[in-house]
């Protein structure tokens, strides 16, 4: 309590300092004359008596000096003193205060952007009710063995029954679906979801109400809640929305709420239905269609559900031999599930940002060793005098601080501006991009590590002065030793440059495979192609498929024809998926007739597609053998289908095989349903650019129809063009089609590379950074020793050395630091790159050329950077040199 | 001169209060005469000693401080003991009291043995 009280008189201390001085040297005055009287009385001479009392009385600067450090806090007080000097010292030297505070600014907001950015997609908790309790699940068969499914209908039953473990559960199925009876058409994100969806998110109606148990009996369901930006876009707010229609494929919903602002699950999601499911589907053991979500309860761990979860697998996989194949059901964090892929590219990121941060602090560090040789005299002088060590290396730091806390808030501006380039070019697939926005995080992240830097390059030079003995440091004077003391300063250059190497490695690698991509031959014509989707009306609302197909094939030939009829297409064609856009359907439970025996029944699936005639002329493939599906290839006639090479030589070893017969589905007795094979084509990458040609097969669209149709038009000028042309001439024979992703290919190439565009940017941008501030250290510390040595520089001369000597002398000092940067970048880079070895395509990350360019192309600006202190060093003048200081 | 002791800060804190009890309240250099004199010239206190002493014991509140003037008319600054000042000094005396006690005790010979 004392020293609490205290304190607080010791914190007033600090303030009207003046009065209290003026008090404490009247007291003593008055001390001092009391006591000469008192001398005075005792007969002394007034001189006697004058200096009986000083002798007696000690120092009165002294004690004032010692009140006037008890009377504050000396600390605080002295802390307030250092930040005066600090400030005048940055102001004095304005170069010095920008090229430093720019440096850092670089640094920290590189990587606080990419803090923010990482904390919003990958750190931070989702925004629902207890989101880290809620968990997804996944089902995985060797039926599909590429791909981790949802589950089925049964399958969601059964996780339901899991009720100790789990407090709530729920089922969605997300889908696209046609609005009409609006001006145009609208393809919309539609999630079907089961009771609880709402309550187990913790979501919220901001108009109207949410779905509840009873709006799910069968009946009365025809109800949906939108969500708040659809509300926005399409009703601009109206509050009257409630209880007004919403025609999806022909159905017709009452709209009775809308969500709150922010709720978006799953991701972009517009409307929500109750899910309403045939009794078939309600059995179907295939049918992998329903993300399912559930609650752990508090306390439970993930790992009994798991095992709960594989006695359900095993009660289900005996229900079919076929199914149960590799069966397994697992649950996973829904936060997990939904960062996955991009978590490791994003600490990679972060990575790299903490390296330009790490290369800045360094060049800081020099910047400042070098500053703070000119200003050994101050230094010294100022230890004589009788500041402490710990005075002046407290003082060090609060300069080397306030610095950070300036390159911190530009940091914090061009923070805030790199999250806003991010957002605008991130591709839209980026996961929780809407909730990466500058925050209050990141303003703490920028404070924190310009302070932590601030700390990390002031405490060397702090501390060198504080050890620093005076006397010597007034005697060096004109000293030329210079070997010793910029020993610390080389070593920061070469862990620069080798953190740069890595950088400059990394993004190299990454510029490569982006260049691999792009130039990537898919194996067709790539030029003059525009590509847009029909979307169709889900058929699991059909009664009847025969017919409703037949509709759809009329329909689809007679859009192909008025398509084809418009000025400027050269060619049309159809396909069930789009081209380079990653879309594709997989067959399971392939029989194939004449194959190799072991192949003869295909366990895996194979991808397909459904194809219209003159597909592949159209695109360029060539035919292997036998002919392509034509106008004859119509329902009723004989089924047909068509392989390509990977899949002819993987399952008969031959491309001889026109006439052979597969079989995708079999009738209702098990007999398989025969497809005659009539040609073999060349393999092209038409679903990923990224992927190896893998087995595919075709099937001919016309004979069949599917539930989605995909245009592909060659045009004769400019695909960009004719986008608008073909979308109005379908809106005027077909109203209510939805027309869209209207997109030349090279736009569909350029959106499939979009993750890897937009990390070679950023890697880029770091890599540049880094090597710029690299060089800047590099230049720094060479040209601080050139002016160190102008003096032996000039003895040199004198004795004789010629202008080509002191030009290599200085070149091969600041070359063997890149030399050696390099040297050791190299070797870390080999172990660092193999992080993203994953995200290359095209070239290996142990690349020679790629580290044999690097290293040159750090040793020619190695060599541009001692340039100038070198061409400095040659002219100096011996007698100038000899004269200096 | 030479044999006079400078004051321990410890004890100095002790004595000022003791003084400020016993005569109320005093000056600086009252004060300081007071010690001196009470220890038989064998202590000197100085400006160093006294002003910091006197400033931490007003900080932590067991003195108080204003100006007044003194017996011949000149203008000095009075010191008076507060109530916690009081305790204070009743708690400081019976700790050193017991201090003295217990060495006095290691240092007179031959009571062990008694």
């Not at chain 1, 589907?281 to 709960?308: D, P, S, W, Y």
């Not at chain 2, 509140?61 to 109530?83: C, F, P």
């Amino acid at each position: 309590m004392r020293q609490l009280r205290a304190f607080f008189f010791r914190l007033a201390g600090l303030f009207r300092k003046d009065r209290r001085d003026r008090d404490l040297s009247a007291e003593m005055e008055t001390h001092l004359t009391m006591h000469l009287e008192d001398n005075l009385r005792a007969g002394m001479s007034l001189a006697e008596a004058r200096r009986q009392a000083l002798i007696k009385l000690g120092g009165i600067e002294q004690t004032k000096e010692i009140c006037r450090e008890r009377r504050g806090l000396p600390l605080l007080e002295t802390f307030f003193q250092d930040l005066r000097f600090a400030f005048r010292m940055l102001r004095k030297n304005p170069g010095f205060t920008a090229v430093a505070a720019l440096t850092l600014a670089l640094g920290i907001g590189a990587n606080t952007a990419i803090f923010s950015i990482v904390n919003a997609v990958v750190l931070r908790p989702l925004p629902y009710k207890d989101s880290s309790r809620i968990v997804t699940f996944h089902t995985k068969t060797a039926m599909f063995p590429n791909f981790t499914l949802p589950l089925t209908w049964p399958a969601f039953q059964e996780v339901r029954g899991q009720s100790t473990l789990l407090e709530e559960t729920a089922a969605y199925w997300a889908t696209d679906r046609t609005l009409t009876g609006v001006d145009q058409p609208e393809v919309l994100r539609v999630t079907g979801v089961s009771n609880g969806f709402f309550e187990e998110l913790g979501g919220t109606a901001e108009q109207g109400r949410l779905l509840s148990e009873q709006d799910h009996k069968p009946g009365q369901d025809r109800l949906a809640v939108i969500s708040d930006a659809f509300w926005r876009t399409r009703f601009a707010t109206d509050s009257s929305v409630i209880g007004r229609k919403l025609i999806l494929d022909k159905e017709v919903y009452t709209i009775i709420g809308v969500a709150a602002q922010g709720f978006a699950f799953p991701e972009r999601s517009e409307v929500w239905l109750p899910l309403s499911l045939t009794p078939e589907i309600e059995q179907n053991q295939k049918f992998f269609r329903f993300q399912v979500l559930g609650k752990l309860r508090k306390g439970e761990k993930l790992e009994t559900l798991q095992a709960g979860l594989g006695a359900i697998g095993q009660r289900i996989a005996k229900l079919d031999p076929a199914l149960g194949k590799g069966y397994k059901l697992s649950a996973e964090p829904l936060l997990e599930s939904r960062v996955h892929d991009a978590q490791q590219s994003y600490l990679v990121l972060l990575a790299a940002a903490t390296f330009v941060l790490l290369i800045a602090c360094a060049n800081l560090t020099s910047l400042l060793m070098a500053r703070g040789w000119g200003r050994n005299r101050e230094m010294a002088v100022r230890a004589a005098l009788g500041a402490s060590p710990g005075r002046l290396q407290r003082q060090g730091l609060v300069e080397s601080c306030l610095l950070a806390l300036l390159g911190g808030t530009v940091g914090i501006a061009l923070a805030a501006g790199i999250v806003g380039v991010f957002r605008a070019i991130a591709p839209s697939g980026t996961p929780r991009l809407a909730e990466i926005t500058p925050d209050w995080t990141l303003l703490w992240f920028a404070l924190a590590s310009s302070l932590v830097s601030g700390v990390v390059f002031g405490l060397a030079p702090a501390r060198r002065a504080a050890r620093m003995a005076p006397s010597e440091a007034l005697k060096e004077g004109t000293a030329g030793s210079v070997s010793g003391t910029s020993r610390f300063g080389s070593a920061l250059v070469v862990v620069e440059v080798a953190l740069a190497f890595i950088l400059l490695i990394a993004s190299t690698l990454m510029m490569q495979t982006l260049a691999h991509l792009l130039h990537q031959n898919p194996g067709f014509r790539t030029d003059h192609l525009l590509t847009f989707d029909l979307p169709q009306p889900p058929q699991w609302n059909q009664k009847d498929s025969e017919s409703s197909a037949t509709g759809q094939i009329v329909r689809l030939k007679d859009m192909l024809a008025q398509v084809r009829r418009l000025p400027g297409v050269e060619e049309v064609v159809a396909s069930d998926h789009g081209i380079l856009n990653g879309m594709m359907y997989e067959h399971s439970g392939l029989q194939l007739e004449g194959a190799l025996p072991e192949q003869s029944a295909v366990t895996e699936s194979v991808i397909a597609r459904y194809i219209s005639p003159d597909y592949f002329h159209m695109l360029g493939i060539s035919l292997v053998r036998g002919r392509e599906f034509d106008e004859q290839d119509q329902q009723g006639a004989q089924k047909v289908v068509m392989v390509n090479e990977a899949m002819a030589r993987k399952y008969w070893s031959t491309l001889d095989i026109v006439g052979k017969r597969l079989s995708v589905s079999t009738d209702g007795k098990g007999t398989p349903q025969w497809n005659e094979i009539v040609g073999v084509v060349a393999n092209a990458r038409d679903v990923g650019i990224q992927d190896e040609a893998s087995p595919e097969f075709y099937l001919a669209l016309f004979q069949r129809g599917v539930g989605s149709h995909h245009l592909i038009v060659r045009t004769q000028a400019n695909p960009d063009a004719l986008a608008g042309t073909i979308s109005r001439q379908i809106w005027a024979s077909y109203p209510d089609q939805p027309v869209r992703h209207v997109m030349t290919l090279t736009e569909t190439i350029a959106e499939s590379v979009g993750d890897q565009r937009m990390h070679t940017a950023l890697l880029g941008v770091f890599a540049g950074v880094g090597l710029t501030l690299a060089l800047l250290g590099v230049y720094g510390v060479v040209s601080y020793s050139v002016a160190r040595r102008t003096q032996e520089i000039g003895v040199r001369m004198a004795l004789g050395a010629a202008r080509a000597d002191v030009l290599r002398m200085v070149l091969r000092q600041g070359l063997t630091l890149v030399a050696c940067g390099a040297a050791i970048g190299a070797a870390g880079a080999f172990g660092a790159v193999r992080v993203i070895a994953s995200e290359l395509y095209g070239v290996k990350s142990s690349d020679p050329w790629t580290f044999a360019g690097g290293a040159a192309l750090i040793l020619i600006v190695g060599c541009l950077a001692c340039w100038v202190p070198a061409r400095r060093a040659m002219r100096v003048d011996p007698i100038v040199a000899l004269r200096y200081e | 001169m030479g044999e006079r002791a400078d004051v321990w800060q410890g004890t100095l804190a002790l004595m000022v209060l003791k003084t400020l009890q016993a005569l109320g309240p005093l000056h600086g250099y009252g004060i300081a005469r007071r010690i001196e004199q009470t220890s038989g010239d064998l202590l000197a206190v100085n400006y160093g000693t006294l002003y910091p002493a006197l400033l931490k014991l007003e900080q932590e509140g067991y003195i108080s401080s204003e100006w007044g003037t003194s017996d011949n008319n000149r203008k000095a600054k009075y010191y008076k003991l507060t109530r916690a000042g009081r305790k204070q000094l009743e708690r400081e005396a019976r700790e050193w009291e017991q201090t003295t006690e217990i060495l006095a005790r290691f240092l007179s010979p031959g009571k062990e043995s008694a």
